[in-house]
């Protein structure tokens, strides 16, 4: 069965710091990869996503995301961590017969000021 | 450019009273539509999936149902509702079925049964 994996429920950074929040999929196949960003009450807003091409991806407000095969990751990053940007991250894949679009469980990110 | 509205944005219910919140799309045709819920914050459950008018499929089984009577609209009804119904229930579309393409999320209806 497909899945993802966000191993991470919480990820707590300092204001200025670099961020990383993690993922990792198991899908048949080439994978597609998203990035989502939900704020509280709020509904899922599209970050990133990974078709082919350049395993860095650049996306919104600043994120950027990296595909690594050989790891079945996509690790979203941020050189600079903003008090904003906290909130819950999701991360899902769907394989490239376009069946079973998947969600990770999400990471709760908390940037300190 | 495209939108997607939710409503209504919060819903306090007796258990056994019926369901019916509803999604519409706007700016684009003949999109995938998609019912998801939420509970505590975190996992997303897809509930149910649409291709077409009247075409539905469902990921889960339970006492919830869908139905799309027109090409943008996407309805979720319970005829009774249970205490477990309760969640952030979530819209989104695509215009692919699937596949490389995004789902673009609504802003959400918080359903409290008690």
């Known amino acids: 069965a497909q899945s993802v994996a966000q191993p991470e429920d919480q990820v707590n950074v300092a204001e200025g710091n670099p961020l990383t929040v993690k993922c990792t999929y198991s899908?048949?196949?080439?994978?597609?990869l998203f990035w989502y960003v939900q704020y509280p009450n709020r509904g899922l807003q599209f970050l990133l996503k990974?078709?082919?091409?350049?395993?860095l991806v650049k996306g919104s407000y600043g994120f950027e995301a990296e595909f690594n095969k050989s790891q079945t990751s996509f690790h979203l990053k941020k050189p600079s961590a903003l008090v904003s940007d906290s909130a819950l991250y999701f991360c899902?894949?769907?394989?490239?017969?376009?069946?079973?679009?998947?969600f990770g469980p999400g990471t709760r990110l908390s940037v300190l000021p | 450019s495209q939108t997607i509205h939710q409503w209504p944005a919060t819903l306090v219910q007796p258990v056994g009273s019926p369901l019916s919140l509803e999604c519409t799309v706007e700016?684009?045709?003949?999109?995938?539509l998609y019912w998801y819920r939420q509970a505590a914050g975190r996992g997303l459950q897809l509930l149910f999936y649409?291709?077409?008018?009247?075409?539905i499929s469902s990921e889960v089984p339970q006492n919830l149902s869908a139905s799309r009577p027109q090409d943008r609209q996407f309805i979720l009804s319970s005829k009774k509702l249970l205490l477990s119904d309760s969640g952030f229930y979530l819209c989104?579309?695509?215009?692919?079925?699937?596949?490389?393409?995004?789902?673009?999320f609504g802003p959400g209806t918080r359903l409290t049964v008690l």
């Open positions: 899902a894949a769907v394989d490239n017969y376009g069946q079973n679009f998947v």
């Open positions: 990974y078709i082919t091409g350049d395993n």
């Open positions: 989104a579309w695509s215009l692919l079925a699937g596949g490389a393409d995004t789902q673009y």
């Open positions: 649409s291709v077409g008018i009247g075409q």
């Open positions: 899908v048949s196949g080439n994978p597609y």
């Open positions: 700016g684009t045709s003949n999109p995938n």
